[in-house]
C-alpha cells in the first residue's frame, strides 16, 4: 500500500524568507504522480504544484518548486520569496498512474508566513 | 463556472439523527470523492465513485453510505449520526482523461453531532 508521509507538522518563517516542506512516501510503483496542495483558511483545497514521476526535470510554478528525488522517494516543496498568503495548510499526495484514481494524502503542514 | 459546491456548509446534530450531504459539479468530471479532514489526521477518502451509478468504498467507509445517481451528483449519507463523525467534510472531483489532472475540491462542510 502506498504512504504519504508529512514529518513536519507545523511551521513558522518570516516573510520573504524561503520555506521547504519535506514529504516522503512509499510505493513499488515506477510510474506515478505527486502533488502539492494548498488549504488556506477559506478551506478550499487548490492544487499548487505537480510532479510526473517519468520526468527528471523537477517541477516549478512561480515561487514555488519541488526537489523530487525517486530514488529517495522525497517531494520536497520549495516556496521562495513567501508571501503572507502563503499561510495555509499544505498536503502531499500521491496518485498511481493507472485506472485506480484514488489519491493518497499525507497528514499535513501548517505553514505560518509571519510578517 | 462553480467547480464543486456542496451543501450545507455547516449542520449540527444529534446522536441518531440522519442527514445527506450533497456534492454537485459541473465540470462533466468522471470521477467523485468524498473525504473526511480530522485534526492531525490529513484527508481520509470515505467513498468515491468513478462514474454514474457506481461507488466504492475507501478507507473509513463504516457509518456512511452514498449514491451517484446522476453523473453531476454525489451524495453522502449519514443513517445514524455518531459523535465520531464530526468532522469537516470535503468532496472532490476528477476527470478521466488526462490521469495527471488534480483533484477539484468543495469548501467542505463542518458537521457536528452532539
Known amino acids: 500500500a502506498q504512504t504519504v508521509t508529512q514529518s513536519q507538522p507545523e511551521m513558522s518563517v518570516q516573510e520573504a524568507e524561503t520555506v521547504t516542506l519535506s514529504c516522503t512516501y512509499d510505493?513499488?510503483?515506477?510510474?506515478?504522480?505527486l502533488f502539492w496542495y494548498k488549504q488556506p483558511p477559506s478551506r478550499r483545497m487548490i492544487l499548487v504544484i505537480r510532479q510526473e514521476a517519468y520526468k527528471q526535470q523537477n517541477a516549478t510554478e512561480n515561487r514555488f518548486s519541488v526537489n523530487f528525488q525517486k530514488a529517495a522517494k522525497s517531494f520536497s516543496l520549495k516556496i521562495s520569496d513567501s508571501q503572507l498568503g502563503d499561510t495555509a495548510m499544505y498536503f502531499c499526495?500521491?496518485?498511481?498512474?493507472?485506472?485506480?484514481?484514488?489519491?493518497?494524502f499525507g497528514k499535513g503542514t501548517r505553514l505560518h508566513i509571519l510578517p | 463556472n462553480a467547480g464543486v459546491t456542496q451543501t450545507p456548509k455547516f449542520r449540527v446534530l444529534k446522536t441518531g439523527q440522519s442527514m445527506t450531504l450533497l456534492c454537485a459539479q459541473d465540470m462533466n468530471h468522471e470521477y467523485m470523492y468524498w473525504y473526511r479532514q480530522d485534526p492531525g489526521m490529513g484527508l481520509r477518502l470515505i467513498h468515491y465513485s468513478v462514474g454514474e451509478g457506481t461507488t466504492a468504498k475507501g478507507e473509513v467507509p463504516d457509518g456512511y453510505n452514498v449514491s451517484r445517481l446522476k453523473k453531476q451528483n454525489f451524495l453522502l449519507g449519514l443513517e445514524s449520526a455518531a459523535p465520531s463523525q464530526t468532522s469537516v467534510y470535503f468532496c472532490a472531483s476528477s476527470t478521466r482523461d488526462r490521469l495527471n489532472q488534480p483533484q477539484h475540491f468543495g469548501d467542505g462542510t463542518r458537521l457536528s453531532i452532539l
Open positions: 510505493t513499488s510503483e515506477n510510474n506515478y504522480y
Open positions: 499526495a500521491f496518485k498511481r498512474m493507472n485506472r485506480d484514481d484514488k489519491i493518497i
